[in-house]
């Protein structure tokens, strides 16, 4: 997996201490009832701490 | 707090608007659901199920620097406690501030004891804990 050359750790998963490497996401928002995206890099020029919460599916239980 | 939760899974922004508008457990559900079919998100953090295409349990704090500053990940059938989610977050935001102080594990809020660690405490924590 260490075919890209972007300067991240494409073939390792992120370690702490690491900076993460800037991303996007598309969203579903229910604030607004409407899709949208989240972006690290706006979270960083907005001097925001971030939680990321990930999970198997929609639809499931625990 | 100053802070954005995001969840995020490998379901279509499609499957997460109609779980959120459908399901009555969903109905103060606020944060932006993230949606990440391809994985490419969720391998860079490690969680991704390259066999099933589903992402493992895994919660991550990234400070305003957009450092990675804790990590926790839990099989898919173990669901993680939320206040120690909350406790771990607050410790991480009180301690970029205090930068020379330790929070132990009893630690729970500001306010709570903390630890500032030097040559005097080695081997008198119980002392530094407890007076």
């Known amino acids: ?62 | 707090m100053g802070c954005d939760v995001v969840t995020v899974s490998t379901d279509t922004k499609f499957v997460h608007l109609a779980w959120r508008e459908h399901e009555k457990e969903l109905s103060k559900v606020a944060y932006p659901m993230g949606s990440d079919p391809t994985g490419t998100v969720s391998r860079m953090f490690g969680v991704y199920g390259e066999d099933n295409g589903l992402d493992l349990r895994g919660s991550f704090i990234i400070n305003p620097e957009g450092v990675l500053m804790g990590s926790e990940v839990n099989f898919y059938n173990l669901g993680r406690n939320i206040d120690e989610l909350m406790r771990k977050f607050k410790a991480n935001v009180y301690l970029s501030r205090k930068t020379n102080e330790g929070c132990p594990s009893k630690w729970k809020d500001e306010g709570d004891k903390t630890l500032a660690p030097s040559a005097k405490m080695v081997g008198r924590v119980h002392e530094a804990l407890n007076d």
């Open chain 1, 1 to 62: 997996m260490s075919n890209c050359d972007c300067g991240c750790e494409c073939g390792e998963p992120l370690k702490l201490g690491q900076k993460v490497p800037e991303f996007t996401l598309e969203t579903y928002e229910p604030t607004k009832g409407d899709f949208g995206s989240f972006s690290l890099a706006d979270q960083i020029a907005k001097k925001r701490w971030t939680i990321l919460f990930f999970y198997p599916a929609d639809f499931t239980f625990v």
